[in-house]
């Protein structure tokens, strides 16, 4: 299964969310690139959705398949179809 | 920047920077502002901009985020509170900036600053700038922030609870009507685009096979994996853009995507109605994720781009259409291009997104300021990208593409020579040139300000990579750029508008509430889809190009939305014991209402047939074949417009009613705020 609190931001319910790595000085060569690299990246799974299906897999103790998928869009149909696109 | 690195750099050190980026953002301003007879490069509008921000996100911000909403490190945010892994979750600050500015950034910033640059590049950057930081930062920020302390209210909800009933009705009449006439803007825009070009046609043909793809691989394929499919999706529509090509050289194909505005409009009809009735996942997911795709790599690529080729700007800083003659849209500077450029500078549309999704996922209150005030900043840099390729194209050329042909002219030689006798020299073959270099037949006429964006788009990208044999590519990547956009809006729109006239219609009859119950789906997405096919049809069928008429109804419905918004903002700033600093939001809300105001006025009454609803209906009426269709239709703008001043009208009224009650202490000043609760978050660095 897919480890969820692994992405910046993307907290498991009930797990602590973690420390944000921008608001430490880097302590290694290359650690704020690094950290950068990892906040884009969680930033892009938050944006098409990856972190929350691996929420959802994670909640719900599944792992990744075509029914969990299918369930996890169910479930979040209706959120997603009632948000506006801006102009 | 974080506290440690601060109390490394001593304050003077500090200051000295501000007053670089103060004394370096004068400078661009000025050279933008006072240049006159020289052409000057876009980097001056860029710097300029970014200087602006940064000295506005710096002090402007930080001083409504300490004094005027006094932001509290130590209060839990509903993402805390009420966490459920699902639509509450508290998300890192960056990736929420992210999550936001991709749920703000449409078309709208693309779009409007091309339509307004016909006063030159003057009057658009200055008030993009201006209303960025004075007001649509403003906006979203306070917004965000009063829905944070409200568990993530929405804004109907919030203009009920604290300025009446009558607000939370206006505030629901005002989002609807503003879908409504931004989803017609919206297709008649990708229409004009798209007549008479089976290239841009096709690639865009080809992106409804290409979502529908997407979505059976991410469901049956690959579950989950949208980042995947997304850039799998990306592939495909650059191999589209790629066939287009041949697609539009070879006649017998080409006339199967070669279509008049009317077919075309016809088609974005069906085409709405089937993906508000069709599965979410099956087309309106996939296509939201390729879109999203596309438009965060070609915003990127467009910065990149400016800053590498560093492009002149051959527009004008004023044109002479300053005094309401133009011919892109009719009407005077002030208040025309406040209401052409909305998203960009100031949208209601955002308080819509910034009390919607960002204020369950927001982590710490002292967030908000970030996310709100520093994402819309990032939005209006968008619109000055566009701004600057409008800008650098030759003004002839710019006019003869944003043209109506009842105008210029049908005919080439007539449309040049027209353009020319303004200042703006051209010729029909220089005209001619240019759409061979693009891959269309024509450029003349095309309004509606997606064309001449890439044209303006493709000028840059083909200079800065891989010169003028891919011009046509680029032209069309940028077309294919705007209209999937537009579409995502247009699919996402329609099925908003749908829930919400279902969510009424179910408190009259309970079964049309229910948004599974197919006969409520399709008789209320054939509601909406009416509703904005009108308008298309009207736009599409408008000798002057419809954008005349229909983009000033779109700006004054859309701030209207901010009016609403920043009457709600002002209530709760009053509520809270901060009528002192109540300009802050009532400065924004007072400009808008002068602006809305005056252009509606100007829209229904102006004597002149091409800026006045009912003086273009007399004009038609007077006329030797008086068309019964295009007489009511000027006649139904009129009522449409004055109906939305009404409700502007209605909602000032009533916020300045509950002001004056509260500073007058004849009732007691309650906001009805969450209770406080500790964050377990208030170690953690700011």
Redesign the interface.
Known sequence: MKDTTSHVGTAAPGCPVEQSSTSLLPRKPFGQLKSCMEIFFATLHEIFDESAYARFLNQKQLVSSRAAYAAFRQENEAAKARRPKCC | M?A??KNFMPKIFRILIWLTVALLGALALATVALHRGEQINAMWLVVAAVCTYALGYRFYSKFIAAKVLTLDALRATPAERM?????F???????????HF???????PLVGPVLAAQFGYLPGTLWILAGAVFGGCVQDFVILLFSVRRDGKSLTEMARDEIGRLGGLVAYVAVISI?VI?LAV?ALVVVNALKASPWGTFTIAMTIPIALLMGVY???LR?????ET?ALGFVLVMLAIWGGQWVSQTPSVASWFTYSGPALAILIIVYGFAASAL???LL??PR??LS??VK?GTISLLALGIIALRPTLHMPPLTRFIDGSGPVFAGNVFPFAFITI??GAI?G??A??SS??TPKLI?RETEARMVGYGAMLAESLVAIMAMIAACVLQPGIYFAINSPAGIVGQAPEAAAATISNWGFPITAAEMHSLAQSVGEQTLYNRTGGAPAFAVGMAHIFSNSLGGQALMAIWYHFAIMFEALFIL??LD??T??GR?MIQDALGHVWKPLGR?SWYPSILATSALIVAGWGYFLWQGVKDPLGGINSLWPL?GIA?QLLATVALCVATTIVIKMGKARYAAVTMGPLMWLVAVTFTASWHKVFDPNPRIGFLSHAAQLAAGPAANARLIFNDRLDAVVTCALIVMVALILIESAVEWLRVLSGRKQPRVKESPFVPT??AE???
């Open positions: 974080s440690q690195s966490e459920n892994g699902r639509d979750v508290p998300t890192n600050k960056w990736v929420v900036f992210g999550h991709a749920a703000i950034a449409g078309p709208g879908i931004l919206c991410l469901r049956t579950p989950g994996k949208v980042l997304s599965p979410v996942w309106l997911a939201d994720y999203t795709f965060l909305a998203c949208s549309f955002h819509l997104i919607g999704t982590r995502t809006v996402a729109g099925r908003v829930f948004t779109f859309n377990r978050f953690e660095q700011v």
